[in-house]
């Protein structure tokens, strides 16, 4: 059964720091790149960070709007991927989703509504 549950979005002040998690079926997350998506109100989904599989952790790339501030990591054992957010900005507002890369299935979670405001 094909599985994504986003968690960890919230209401967070510019400046400021959240980790969103991902749970994904083994059918999706193993062996696979998985990454990060975010969709802003009005905007296409795009893509913000990606991790491939393997050992060592994982090769990591991100979008130029989030280098620096954005980690993505994952933990094969629990078929999870993380996003840790620092240096929010409002322009991090979106609704945030994990998927592998590129999306093998035509399915996505609920997402994670991230809202940076004062």
């Known amino acids: 059964q094909v599985q994504l549950v986003e968690s960890g979005g919230g209401l967070v002040q510019p400046g400021g720091s959240l980790r969103l998690s991902c749970a994904a079926s083994?059918?999706?997350?193993?062996?696979?790149?998985m990454g990060w998506y975010r969709q802003a109100p009005g905007k296409e989904r795009e893509l913000v960070a990606r991790i491939t599989a393997g050992t060592g952790g994982g090769v990591r790339n991100y979008a130029d709007s989030v280098k620096g501030r954005f980690t993505i990591s994952r933990d094969n054992a629990k078929n999870t991927v993380y996003l840790q957010m620092n240096s929010l900005k409002p322009e991090d507002t979106a609704v945030y989703y994990c998927n592998s890369v590129p999306v093998l299935a035509d399915y996505w979670g609920q997402g994670t509504q991230v809202t940076v405001s004062s």
């Open positions: 083994r059918s999706i997350f193993s062996l696979n790149t």
